[in-house]
Protein backbone atom coordinates (compact mmCIF):
# COMPACT_ATOMS: atom_id res chain seq x y z
CA UNK A 1 0.00 0.00 0.00
CA UNK A 2 1.58 3.31 -1.13
CA UNK A 3 2.22 6.05 1.32
CA UNK A 4 -1.35 8.09 1.95
CA UNK A 5 -3.10 6.14 0.95
CA UNK A 6 -6.72 4.69 1.73
CA UNK A 7 -6.76 1.34 3.78
CA UNK A 8 -10.07 0.95 2.34
CA UNK A 9 -8.64 0.66 -0.80
CA UNK A 10 -6.33 -1.80 -0.15
CA UNK A 11 -7.80 -5.06 -1.25
CA UNK A 12 -6.45 -7.66 1.55
CA UNK A 13 -7.07 -5.14 4.58
CA UNK A 14 -10.39 -5.13 3.43
CA UNK A 15 -11.04 -8.42 2.79
CA UNK A 16 -9.57 -9.58 6.03
CA UNK A 17 -11.88 -6.97 7.44
CA UNK A 18 -14.80 -7.92 6.17
CA UNK A 19 -14.27 -11.68 7.32
CA UNK A 20 -12.83 -10.87 11.01
CA UNK A 21 -15.90 -8.42 11.81
CA UNK A 22 -18.41 -11.08 10.18
CA UNK A 23 -16.50 -13.37 12.40
CA UNK A 24 -17.00 -11.00 15.69
CA UNK A 25 -20.87 -11.14 15.20
CA UNK A 26 -20.41 -15.12 15.39
CA UNK A 27 -18.09 -14.52 18.43
CA UNK A 28 -21.03 -12.34 20.41
CA UNK A 29 -23.25 -15.44 20.40
CA UNK A 30 -21.43 -18.05 21.72
CA UNK A 31 -20.45 -15.18 24.32
CA UNK A 32 -24.20 -14.85 25.79
CA UNK A 33 -25.24 -18.50 24.73
CA UNK A 34 -22.69 -20.65 26.78
CA UNK A 35 -23.18 -18.74 30.03
CA UNK A 36 -26.58 -19.21 29.13
CA UNK A 37 -26.54 -22.58 28.76
CA UNK A 38 -24.47 -23.33 31.99
CA UNK A 39 -27.22 -21.01 34.13
CA UNK A 40 -30.17 -22.44 32.41
CA UNK A 41 -29.33 -26.17 33.34
CA UNK A 42 -27.29 -25.39 36.62
CA UNK A 43 -28.49 -22.03 37.81
CA UNK A 44 -24.73 -21.30 39.23
CA UNK A 45 -22.92 -18.10 38.18
CA UNK A 46 -19.61 -20.25 40.67
CA UNK A 47 -20.21 -23.13 37.56
CA UNK A 48 -19.99 -19.61 34.79
CA UNK A 49 -16.63 -18.63 36.42
CA UNK A 50 -15.34 -22.12 36.50
CA UNK A 51 -15.87 -22.68 32.89
CA UNK A 52 -14.40 -19.89 31.64
CA UNK A 53 -11.23 -20.28 34.46
CA UNK A 54 -10.80 -23.60 32.87
CA UNK A 55 -11.07 -22.00 29.72
CA UNK A 56 -9.09 -19.26 29.82
CA UNK A 57 -6.46 -21.58 31.54
CA UNK A 58 -6.38 -23.96 28.21
CA UNK A 59 -5.55 -20.33 26.62
CA UNK A 60 -2.71 -19.68 28.70
CA UNK A 61 -1.06 -23.04 28.33
CA UNK A 62 -1.77 -22.74 24.35
CA UNK A 63 0.07 -19.10 24.55
CA UNK A 64 3.45 -20.73 26.02
CA UNK A 65 3.89 -22.78 22.53
CA UNK A 66 1.32 -20.34 20.27
CA UNK A 67 4.42 -17.71 19.25
CA UNK A 68 7.03 -20.65 17.84
CA UNK A 69 4.44 -21.99 15.71
CA UNK A 70 3.44 -18.62 14.29
CA UNK A 71 7.06 -17.43 13.81
CA UNK A 72 7.45 -20.88 12.59
CA UNK A 73 4.65 -21.86 10.34
CA UNK A 74 2.76 -20.32 7.36
CA UNK A 75 0.66 -17.52 9.17
CA UNK A 76 -1.88 -17.53 6.77
CA UNK A 77 -2.74 -21.23 6.28
CA UNK A 78 -2.77 -21.55 10.85
CA UNK A 79 -5.08 -18.88 10.45
CA UNK A 80 -7.66 -20.83 8.24
CA UNK A 81 -7.04 -23.88 10.43
CA UNK A 82 -7.70 -22.53 13.28
CA UNK A 83 -10.98 -21.37 12.55
CA UNK A 84 -11.72 -24.66 10.62
CA UNK A 85 -11.22 -26.65 13.92
CA UNK A 86 -13.10 -24.18 16.25
CA UNK A 87 -16.33 -24.65 13.18
CA UNK A 88 -15.71 -28.17 13.99
CA UNK A 89 -16.22 -27.86 17.91
CA UNK A 90 -18.88 -25.40 18.42
CA UNK A 91 -20.82 -27.42 15.84
CA UNK A 92 -20.91 -30.39 18.13
CA UNK A 93 -22.54 -28.74 20.78
CA UNK A 94 -25.93 -27.54 19.71
CA UNK A 95 -25.83 -31.55 17.42
CA UNK A 96 -25.35 -33.51 21.29
CA UNK A 97 -27.70 -31.10 22.73
CA UNK A 98 -30.50 -32.11 20.26
CA UNK A 99 -30.55 -35.17 22.79
CA UNK A 100 -30.52 -33.61 26.18
CA UNK A 101 -28.33 -31.22 28.58
CA UNK A 102 -24.60 -31.97 28.43
CA UNK A 103 -22.65 -29.21 30.21
CA UNK A 104 -19.88 -31.82 30.53
CA UNK A 105 -19.18 -30.86 26.68
CA UNK A 106 -18.90 -27.48 27.15
CA UNK A 107 -15.93 -28.33 29.55
CA UNK A 108 -14.35 -29.78 26.34
CA UNK A 109 -15.18 -27.65 23.43
CA UNK A 110 -14.81 -24.16 25.33
CA UNK A 111 -10.86 -25.18 26.54
CA UNK A 112 -9.97 -26.58 23.35
CA UNK A 113 -12.01 -23.65 20.97
CA UNK A 114 -10.09 -21.37 23.83
CA UNK A 115 -6.79 -22.65 23.36
CA UNK A 116 -7.00 -23.19 19.52
CA UNK A 117 -8.27 -19.22 19.88
CA UNK A 118 -5.26 -18.43 21.49
CA UNK A 119 -2.83 -19.51 18.71
CA UNK A 120 -5.15 -17.75 16.22
CA UNK A 121 -4.72 -14.30 18.04
CA UNK A 122 -1.25 -14.11 18.16
CA UNK A 123 -1.34 -15.29 14.61
CA UNK A 124 -4.13 -12.25 14.08
CA UNK A 125 -2.15 -9.80 15.43
CA UNK A 126 0.75 -11.12 13.10
CA UNK A 127 -1.19 -10.70 10.19
CA UNK A 128 -1.91 -7.38 10.82
CA UNK A 129 2.11 -6.17 10.64
CA UNK A 130 1.81 -8.01 7.14
CA UNK A 131 -1.54 -6.27 5.91
CA UNK A 132 -0.72 -2.79 6.49
CA UNK A 133 3.03 -0.27 6.84
CA UNK A 134 4.06 0.14 10.18
CA UNK A 135 2.82 4.00 10.49
CA UNK A 136 -0.73 2.55 9.57
CA UNK A 137 -0.82 -0.30 12.33
CA UNK A 138 -2.51 1.80 15.38
CA UNK A 139 -5.34 3.07 12.53
CA UNK A 140 -5.56 -0.40 10.95
CA UNK A 141 -6.21 -1.90 14.71
CA UNK A 142 -9.17 1.30 15.47
CA UNK A 143 -10.33 0.57 12.66
CA UNK A 144 -10.83 -3.39 12.60
CA UNK A 145 -11.49 -2.95 16.41
CA UNK A 146 -14.38 -0.53 15.48
CA UNK A 147 -16.48 -2.45 12.94
CA UNK A 148 -16.18 -5.47 14.66
CA UNK A 149 -17.50 -4.30 17.92
CA UNK A 150 -20.21 -2.24 15.31
CA UNK A 151 -20.92 -6.12 14.42
CA UNK A 152 -21.18 -6.70 17.78
CA UNK A 153 -23.98 -4.71 18.79
CA UNK A 154 -26.61 -6.10 16.70
CA UNK A 155 -24.74 -9.68 17.52
CA UNK A 156 -25.59 -9.99 21.35
CA UNK A 157 -29.03 -8.41 20.66
CA UNK A 158 -29.86 -10.55 17.93
CA UNK A 159 -28.07 -13.70 19.56
CA UNK A 160 -30.53 -12.95 23.05
CA UNK A 161 -33.86 -12.62 20.40
CA UNK A 162 -32.46 -15.88 19.44
CA UNK A 163 -31.58 -17.78 22.65
CA UNK A 164 -35.04 -16.62 23.51
CA UNK A 165 -36.76 -18.01 20.87
CA UNK A 166 -34.82 -21.06 19.67
CA UNK A 167 -32.50 -21.84 22.55
CA UNK A 168 -28.73 -21.19 23.61
CA UNK A 169 -27.73 -23.80 21.26
CA UNK A 170 -29.12 -21.94 18.13
CA UNK A 171 -26.97 -19.11 18.69
CA UNK A 172 -24.02 -21.36 19.15
CA UNK A 173 -24.97 -23.17 15.81
CA UNK A 174 -24.71 -19.58 14.28
CA UNK A 175 -21.05 -19.05 15.95
CA UNK A 176 -19.95 -21.72 14.41
CA UNK A 177 -21.12 -20.64 11.24
CA UNK A 178 -19.09 -17.48 11.59
CA UNK A 179 -15.83 -19.18 11.97
CA UNK A 180 -16.40 -20.82 8.26
CA UNK A 181 -16.49 -17.43 7.08
CA UNK A 182 -13.30 -15.76 8.64
CA UNK A 183 -11.83 -19.17 7.12
CA UNK A 184 -13.05 -18.35 3.40
CA UNK A 185 -11.82 -14.95 4.11
CA UNK A 186 -8.53 -15.62 4.81
CA UNK A 187 -8.14 -17.97 2.23
CA UNK A 188 -8.55 -15.18 -0.28
CA UNK A 189 -6.14 -12.83 1.16
CA UNK A 190 -1.86 -12.74 0.87
CA UNK A 191 0.31 -11.64 3.94
CA UNK A 192 3.73 -9.69 3.32
CA UNK A 193 6.45 -11.04 5.51
CA UNK A 194 10.47 -9.81 6.14
CA UNK A 195 12.84 -12.84 6.15
CA UNK A 196 13.76 -13.76 9.24
CA UNK A 197 17.71 -13.42 10.21
CA UNK A 198 19.60 -16.00 10.96
CA UNK A 199 18.46 -17.73 14.47
CA UNK A 200 20.61 -15.77 17.42
CA UNK A 201 22.99 -17.64 19.49
CA UNK A 202 20.36 -17.85 21.97
CA UNK A 203 17.47 -19.46 19.70
CA UNK A 204 20.69 -21.74 18.21
CA UNK A 205 20.89 -23.43 21.59
CA UNK A 206 17.27 -25.15 21.09
CA UNK A 207 13.53 -25.23 21.43
CA UNK A 208 13.31 -24.52 25.14
CA UNK A 209 15.59 -21.49 24.47
CA UNK A 210 13.45 -20.31 21.23
CA UNK A 211 10.42 -20.74 23.43
CA UNK A 212 11.96 -18.13 25.31
CA UNK A 213 12.54 -15.43 22.95
CA UNK A 214 9.67 -13.27 23.29
CA UNK A 215 9.87 -13.31 26.96
CA UNK A 216 13.47 -12.33 26.61
CA UNK A 217 12.33 -9.22 24.36
CA UNK A 218 9.47 -8.55 26.68
CA UNK A 219 11.94 -8.15 29.58
CA UNK A 220 14.69 -5.95 28.06
CA UNK A 221 12.14 -3.60 27.18
CA UNK A 222 10.82 -1.26 30.20
CA UNK A 223 7.51 -0.33 28.86
CA UNK A 224 6.29 -3.81 27.56
CA UNK A 225 7.86 -5.29 30.63
CA UNK A 226 6.07 -2.61 32.99
CA UNK A 227 2.85 -3.21 30.71
CA UNK A 228 2.97 -7.16 31.07
CA UNK A 229 2.87 -6.73 35.10
CA UNK A 230 0.24 -4.10 35.19
CA UNK A 231 -1.96 -6.06 33.21
CA UNK A 232 -1.55 -8.99 34.75
CA UNK A 233 -3.62 -7.83 37.58
CA UNK A 234 -5.84 -5.77 35.61
CA UNK A 235 -6.74 -9.25 33.89
CA UNK A 236 -6.78 -11.27 37.19
CA UNK A 237 -9.58 -8.45 38.23
CA UNK A 238 -11.55 -8.11 35.13
CA UNK A 239 -12.05 -11.73 32.92
CA UNK A 240 -14.51 -12.54 34.58
CA UNK A 241 -16.40 -9.74 34.57
CA UNK A 242 -19.10 -10.31 31.78
CA UNK A 243 -20.01 -13.66 34.08
CA UNK A 244 -20.72 -11.08 37.03
CA UNK A 245 -22.04 -8.54 34.51
CA UNK A 246 -24.96 -11.45 32.86
CA UNK A 247 -25.60 -12.98 36.80
CA UNK A 248 -26.36 -9.16 38.41
CA UNK A 249 -28.83 -8.70 35.49
CA UNK A 250 -30.43 -12.02 35.43
CA UNK A 251 -30.16 -12.65 39.35
CA UNK A 252 -30.57 -8.71 40.83
CA UNK A 253 -32.37 -7.14 37.97
CA UNK A 254 -34.64 -10.08 36.85
CA UNK A 255 -34.20 -9.35 33.60
CA UNK A 256 -34.53 -12.22 30.58
CA UNK A 257 -32.12 -13.55 28.01
CA UNK A 258 -33.53 -10.93 25.57
CA UNK A 259 -32.84 -7.81 27.86
CA UNK A 260 -28.64 -9.49 28.67
CA UNK A 261 -28.81 -9.36 24.86
CA UNK A 262 -29.77 -5.79 24.57
CA UNK A 263 -27.14 -4.34 27.78
CA UNK A 264 -24.70 -6.24 25.85
CA UNK A 265 -25.49 -5.04 22.60
CA UNK A 266 -25.29 -1.54 23.94
CA UNK A 267 -22.22 -1.78 25.84
CA UNK A 268 -20.69 -2.71 22.31
CA UNK A 269 -20.90 0.58 21.35
CA UNK A 270 -18.29 1.33 23.91
CA UNK A 271 -15.51 -0.58 22.69
CA UNK A 272 -16.64 1.12 18.73
CA UNK A 273 -15.91 4.22 20.71
CA UNK A 274 -12.85 3.44 21.77
CA UNK A 275 -11.51 2.05 19.30
CA UNK A 276 -12.45 4.69 16.83
CA UNK A 277 -11.09 7.24 19.52
CA UNK A 278 -7.91 5.57 20.20
CA UNK A 279 -6.15 6.83 17.05
CA UNK A 280 -6.48 10.49 17.52
CA UNK A 281 -6.67 10.35 21.58
CA UNK A 282 -2.95 8.94 21.19
CA UNK A 283 -1.77 11.53 18.50
CA UNK A 284 -2.95 14.15 21.33
CA UNK A 285 -2.20 12.76 24.24
CA UNK A 286 0.73 10.23 23.47
CA UNK A 287 0.43 6.64 24.76
CA UNK A 288 1.28 7.10 28.35
CA UNK A 289 -1.25 9.56 28.88
CA UNK A 290 -3.84 7.48 27.10
CA UNK A 291 -3.06 3.78 28.86
CA UNK A 292 -2.99 5.08 32.19
CA UNK A 293 -6.32 7.77 31.82
CA UNK A 294 -8.01 4.56 30.05
CA UNK A 295 -7.54 2.38 32.88
CA UNK A 296 -8.29 4.60 35.94
CA UNK A 297 -11.53 5.10 33.99
CA UNK A 298 -12.00 1.79 33.42
CA UNK A 299 -11.82 1.62 36.91
CA UNK A 300 -14.50 3.71 37.78
CA UNK A 301 -16.70 2.39 35.31
CA UNK A 302 -16.39 -0.95 37.42
CA UNK A 303 -17.50 0.99 40.77
CA UNK A 304 -20.56 1.93 38.73
CA UNK A 305 -21.45 -1.10 37.55
CA UNK A 306 -21.86 -2.70 40.89
CA UNK A 307 -24.06 -0.14 42.28
CA UNK A 308 -26.35 0.23 39.47
CA UNK A 309 -29.98 -0.92 39.72
CA UNK A 310 -31.26 -0.56 36.37
CA UNK A 311 -30.96 -1.45 32.94
CA UNK A 312 -29.57 1.74 31.22
CA UNK A 313 -26.59 2.68 34.35
CA UNK A 314 -25.82 -1.26 33.59
CA UNK A 315 -25.48 -0.61 29.93
CA UNK A 316 -23.81 2.96 30.34
CA UNK A 317 -21.11 1.71 32.52
CA UNK A 318 -20.14 -1.51 30.49
CA UNK A 319 -20.29 0.95 27.68
CA UNK A 320 -17.47 3.09 29.38
CA UNK A 321 -15.27 0.19 30.54
CA UNK A 322 -15.31 -1.16 27.32
CA UNK A 323 -14.57 2.01 25.40
CA UNK A 324 -11.58 2.19 27.90
CA UNK A 325 -10.44 -1.19 27.51
CA UNK A 326 -10.27 -1.17 23.88
CA UNK A 327 -8.22 2.41 24.16
CA UNK A 328 -5.83 0.40 26.79
CA UNK A 329 -5.75 -2.54 24.73
CA UNK A 330 -4.97 -1.13 21.08
CA UNK A 331 -2.62 1.34 22.48
CA UNK A 332 -0.61 -1.54 23.98
CA UNK A 333 -0.82 -3.93 21.09
CA UNK A 334 -0.30 -1.23 18.65
CA UNK A 335 3.22 -0.36 20.68
CA UNK A 336 4.14 -4.02 20.15
CA UNK A 337 4.16 -4.29 16.50
CA UNK A 338 5.87 -1.51 16.38
CA UNK A 339 9.00 -2.20 18.32
CA UNK A 340 8.78 -5.95 17.87
CA UNK A 341 11.02 -7.62 15.01
CA UNK A 342 8.69 -9.82 12.76
CA UNK A 343 10.59 -12.59 12.95
CA UNK A 344 9.60 -12.39 16.86
CA UNK A 345 6.64 -11.09 16.85
CA UNK A 346 4.59 -14.10 17.18
CA UNK A 347 6.86 -15.22 20.23
CA UNK A 348 6.66 -11.69 21.75
CA UNK A 349 2.57 -11.99 21.38
CA UNK A 350 2.37 -15.18 22.76
CA UNK A 351 4.43 -14.52 25.35
CA UNK A 352 2.85 -11.48 26.50
CA UNK A 353 -0.89 -12.86 26.57
CA UNK A 354 0.36 -15.68 28.39
CA UNK A 355 2.23 -14.17 30.93
CA UNK A 356 -0.73 -11.17 31.64
CA UNK A 357 -3.88 -14.11 31.13
CA UNK A 358 -1.75 -16.54 33.45
CA UNK A 359 -3.14 -15.18 36.53
CA UNK A 360 -6.77 -14.36 34.76
CA UNK A 361 -8.72 -17.93 35.60
CA UNK A 362 -8.13 -17.48 39.04
CA UNK A 363 -9.18 -13.87 38.82
CA UNK A 364 -12.01 -15.44 36.87
CA UNK A 365 -13.12 -18.09 39.61
CA UNK A 366 -12.80 -15.76 42.27
CA UNK A 367 -14.37 -12.76 41.10
CA UNK A 368 -17.86 -15.12 40.04
CA UNK A 369 -17.72 -16.93 43.41
CA UNK A 370 -17.68 -13.67 45.38
CA UNK A 371 -20.32 -11.81 43.55
CA UNK A 372 -22.75 -15.13 44.49
CA UNK A 373 -20.93 -14.96 48.11
CA UNK A 374 -21.12 -11.37 48.93
CA UNK A 375 -23.10 -9.96 45.89
CA UNK A 376 -22.11 -7.74 42.58
CA UNK A 377 -21.77 -4.78 44.35
CA UNK A 378 -19.22 -5.46 46.73
CA UNK A 379 -16.39 -7.74 44.29
CA UNK A 380 -17.28 -4.50 41.68
CA UNK A 381 -16.20 -1.84 43.89
CA UNK A 382 -13.33 -3.63 45.59
CA UNK A 383 -12.10 -4.57 41.86
CA UNK A 384 -12.46 -1.48 40.34
CA UNK A 385 -10.67 0.49 43.20
CA UNK A 386 -7.95 -1.67 42.69
CA UNK A 387 -8.14 -1.04 39.02
CA UNK A 388 -7.38 3.03 40.25
CA UNK A 389 -4.51 1.50 42.04
CA UNK A 390 -2.92 0.33 39.15
CA UNK A 391 -3.45 3.40 37.09
CA UNK A 392 -1.58 5.07 39.84
CA UNK A 393 1.16 2.60 40.03
CA UNK A 394 1.94 3.04 36.28
CA UNK A 395 2.20 6.58 36.29
CA UNK A 396 5.90 5.41 38.33
CA UNK A 397 6.92 3.28 35.21
CA UNK A 398 8.13 3.87 31.83
CA UNK A 399 4.48 3.33 30.16
CA UNK A 400 3.67 7.33 31.58
CA UNK A 401 6.06 8.66 28.12
CA UNK A 402 3.98 10.14 25.51
CA UNK A 403 6.08 8.34 22.60
CA UNK A 404 8.00 5.21 23.96
CA UNK A 405 8.52 3.71 20.41
CA UNK A 406 10.82 6.69 19.75
CA UNK A 407 12.76 6.71 22.59
CA UNK A 408 15.52 4.28 24.15
CA UNK A 409 12.80 3.15 26.67
CA UNK A 410 11.74 0.73 24.47
CA UNK A 411 15.03 -0.67 23.09
Known amino acids: MTEGSSLWRDRNFTVFWASQTLSVAGD ?20 MGLLTGLASAASVAAGVFAGVLVDRLDRRRLLIWCDVARMALYGVVPVAWAFGPK ?27 GLVDADRITEANGRLGATAAAAGIGGPLLAGVVAGWFGPTAAIAINAASFGVSALGILLIRLRRQPAPSPSPEEARGPWHELLAGARFLWRQPVLRALTVLLSFFIFLTLGLTDVLIYHLKHDLGQPDGAVGVVLAVAALGTVAGSLLVGPVRRRLGFGASWIGAIAVAGLAIVGLGVSTGLPVAAGTAAAYLACVSVAGICSMSLRQQVTPDHLLGRVTSAFW ?14 TWGAQRHGVAVVCVLAGATCLLIAVAAFFT ?14
Do not use: C, D, K
Request: net charge neutral; hydrophobic share 55%; aromatic share 8%.
Open 28 to 47: SFALIAVPLLVLHVTGSVAQ
Open 103 to 129: VWLLYVVLPLSEAIGMVFQVAYVTAVR
Open 398 to 411: PIRQQNPELSGATG
Open 354 to 367: TIHYALGPAGAAVL
